[in-house]
């Protein structure tokens, strides 16, 4: 009797606990009240997520979670971060220690639909590629058949590569390291004739060697990487806002509102911008932020083509093009639905 | 006739050594060239230096950068120590709050200052010292290093750099060794319920990798909690360290139990001395002085598994230079990061290992053959 009601007392507790944490309506009431947003980033990884010399996160998806703050508080501090590591970054979010994942984390169909996860779009789009040195004439990477091959060990890396290779029946070898700072190092003394990883990561490498411009990227991209922030299933809340942060921050560029020009651009004549910034339509309201949301993110943040230039861009030791992280209209893939 | 036979009074005084037995030369034939083979490994050993040091010597001293903001400034080609000297305050504190690293170095002063003093021999009042540092320092340093008391709380998420090796070493040390002593206890215990729970204690712990337990306690652990309960990552990191650790100072500390003769449990038995007196004062004393080295050992290599926490994102001392040199600015330093984070790693380790020699020496009372 005794051990049946304990046991009965420690189901409805347990049940209860699961209700209460289910029912807990939206992640954005209690952001709102706890007064700060919990984003996950990565522990490291260039222009898009580092500790500055201050001690302050930085970064490409560091921006993201700025732009959210920015939507939610009108200011663009009011984060905490977690750093996570790829093993921990889906627990992390699924238990509810963080609220947002920005962490260059692959939208693929797995993660979406079976572990319980939403992407809200992508805010990078990555593709794995190869470098090669100049004089051995390579121009393009079907040509690469009998080549020594440095990769990152245990990443999706090597399984496109074999695939790569299988499928244009080509033979490889492959010479495998953990750090992406011994794959440069092997790479720059000649033990392997390829480096291949993202092309962002690609970039990055590249300028690090002893004389960059005796290496080239090839132009084929033998993976989709679309890399984007992510939120848990059923909050579509929150979800909401996390997705029109993304869209702000892709419009904005296209409409040609920018971090300096954003309080001049609110007397403009296009009605977009104008319901954009806030200053017509009850847009804020609706997505349950203040008014001027996107306002807040342009003026503090900037826009996606800012954001992109102040952390990986051209004049960034990782030096990327725009490529295909460009807008729509100049040939990209960045498409916003309209603001209306 | 005169007396000519000549008897010495005094002894003649001492000649000196031969020339080939003294002197630089002398210990260089008997240490360096003593046969073919030792001549052979002199030579190639003086060839690997001549070879490796001076482009050492000049990428880390010569040729070096001292000053700079980011890796462009450094220009000369050696070793850019600008990182090192820019970041140093987060490689000491972490994210630590500027204002409030007072705290962390004040909790640090005082632990040194306690108890350094309680580890050399003819320090008076030691006893207060041990009450000082084993009772009373863990609540002070909490509330330091935490907050609370009217001092403003800083979340564990913002403790990273050598302070968190520190505190994680010191915590699993301090935790670890009365732990395991107990479980080696446990286990050649003759109640046979408390010997099977710390033989299945031990061996799960032992049985399994620090990195796997490492990841149960950041991973799984927080999937079973109800939704909504966070409980403190670092606090189960250290759970579960130091009951890793625990495990294997219990076996350490059983080797020294083991070597005990059974006519001392015999004689003491004879005494009429009680379990605990027994092993209070005729089967501890010994034994422990007998594992010294093993329990310098395991706290040497504790101190180096810490690094281990970088698998779960914490920013101990070697992940916060890791992810220094990840920043756009000091792209490609990662080599000066990793020769600093090992000149700090082997300063702790060297001293362990020295102190455990001194200690040794004090508490020898001749048991050597």
Same mark, same amino acid.
């Given at each position: 009797m005794k051990i049946k009601t304990i046991i009965a007392a420690v189901a409805t507790t347990t049940a209860m606990l699961t209700i209460a944490g289910a029912a807990n309506a939206g992640i954005l009431d209690d952001v709102k009240k706890k007064g700060f947003l919990q984003c996950g980033v990565n522990t490291g990884l260039t222009g898009f997520s580092a500790p500055n010399d201050k001690g302050k996160w930085e970064g490409f998806d560091v921006d993201f979670c700025r732009a959210m703050s920015a939507a939610i508080?009108?200011?663009?501090? *009011?984060v905490k971060y977690t750093p996570l590591t790829s093993k921990e970054r889906f627990t992390a979010l699924q238990s509810g220690e963080i609220d947002v994942l920005a962490r260059n984390t692959t939208w693929t169909f797995t993660r979406d639909v079976?572990?319980?996860?939403?992407?809200?779009?992508?805010n990078y789009t990555d593709g794995q590629g190869f470098m090669v040195r100049k004089n051995l004439g390579v121009k393009s990477a079907k040509e690469l058949d009998g080549a020594s091959v440095c990769i990152q060990t245990g990443t999706t890396t090597e399984l496109n590569l074999a695939d790569f290779f299988r499928s244009n029946s080509m033979k490889f070898k492959s010479v495998v390291f953990e750090k992406a700072d011994e794959i440069r190092a092997a790479y720059d003394a000649g033990r392997c004739d390829v480096y291949t990883t993202d092309r962002s990561g690609l970039a990055a490498q590249r300028s690090l060697?002893? *004389?960059?411009?005796d290496h080239v990227v090839l132009p084929e991209v033998v993976s989709k990487e679309p890399l984007g922030p992510v939120v848990r299933h059923g909050q579509s809340e929150w979800g909401d806002v996390a997705r029109w942060t993304l869209f702000a921050l892709i419009v904005s560029e296209e409409l040609g509102v920018t971090s300096a020009n954003a309080d001049q651009m609110k007397s403009s004549k296009n009605p977009e911008v104008l319901r954009l910034l806030g200053v017509e339509g009850k847009m804020g309201e609706q997505l349950g932020v203040r008014q001027g949301w996107a306002y807040q993110i342009v003026k503090t943040v900037g826009n996606y083509g800012e954001v992109y230039e102040r952390h990986v861009g051209v004049n960034t030791p990782l030096k990327l093009e725009r490529g295909i992280n460009q807008q729509w209209s100049k040939g990209g893939l960045l498409y916003a639905p309209p603001f209306r | 006739m005169a007396d000519i036979s000549f008897v010495r009074t005094e002894s003649h005084p001492d000649l000196p050594p031969p020339k080939s037995e003294t002197g630089i030369l002398a210990w260089l034939r008997q240490n360096?060239?003593?046969g073919w083979l030792n001549t052979l490994l002199t030579l190639s050993a003086i060839y690997l230096l001549y070879k490796i040091l001076p482009p050492f010597l000049d990428w880390a001293?010569?040729?070096?950068?001292?000053?700079?903001?980011?890796?462009?400034?450094?220009?000369?080609?050696?070793?850019?120590?600008a990182m090192i000297r820019v970041r140093f305050d987060q490689f000491m504190y972490g994210f630590y709050p500027e204002a409030e690293r007072w705290r962390v170095n004040l909790g640090f002063l005082l632990l040194f200052g306690t108890g350094i003093p309680l580890l050399i021999e003819g320090v008076p009042g030691k006893k207060y010292l041990a009450i000082f540092v084993f009772l009373l320092f863990p609540p002070i340093a909490f509330v330091l290093f935490y907050g609370g008391l009217g001092l403003p709380v800083v979340d564990t998420a913002q403790w990273g750099g050598l302070m968190l090796t520190m505190v994680l070493a010191t915590v699993t040390i301090i935790v670890s060794l009365p732990l395991g002593i107990v479980f080696a206890l446990g286990r050649r215990s003759n109640m046979p319920i408390v010997r099977m729970v710390c033989i299945c204690f031990i061996e799960l712990w032992r049985g399994v990798p620090l990195i796997t337990v490492l990841f149960m306690g950041s991973v799984m652990l927080p999937l079973f909690l109800?939704?909504?309960?966070?409980?403190d990552k670092i606090l189960r990191t250290l759970i579960v360290m130091a009951f890793f650790a625990a495990a294997y100072m219990a076996e350490v500390v059983r080797g020294g139990l083991q070597a005990i003769p059974k006519g001392q449990f015999e004689a003491a038995q004879a005494m009429g001395l009680s379990y605990w007196k027994l092993m209070g004062l005729i089967v501890l004393p010994q034994a422990l002085k007998i594992v010294i080295p093993g329990i310098v050992n395991t706290f040497i290599g504790l101190f180096k598994d810490t690094t281990l926490v970088l698998v779960i994102g914490l920013f101990d001392f070697l992940s916060i230079i890791q992810a220094a040199t990840t920043h756009k600015n000091w792209l490609g330093t990662s080599t000066e990061g990793y020769v600093f984070a090992a000149c700090i790693y082997f300063i702790f380790c060297f001293g362990m290992s020295r102190y455990r020699i001194t200690l040794e020496r004090r508490l020898d009372t001749g048991h050597r053959n």
């Open positions: 508080f009108g200011s663009p501090d *009011k079976n572990l319980g996860l939403e992407f809200i779009g992508s060697l002893k *004389k960059p411009d | 360096l060239f003593s001293i010569f040729s070096a950068d001292l000053s700079g903001k980011t890796y462009e400034d450094c220009t000369s080609g050696g070793a850019c120590w109800p939704p909504g309960t966070n409980f």
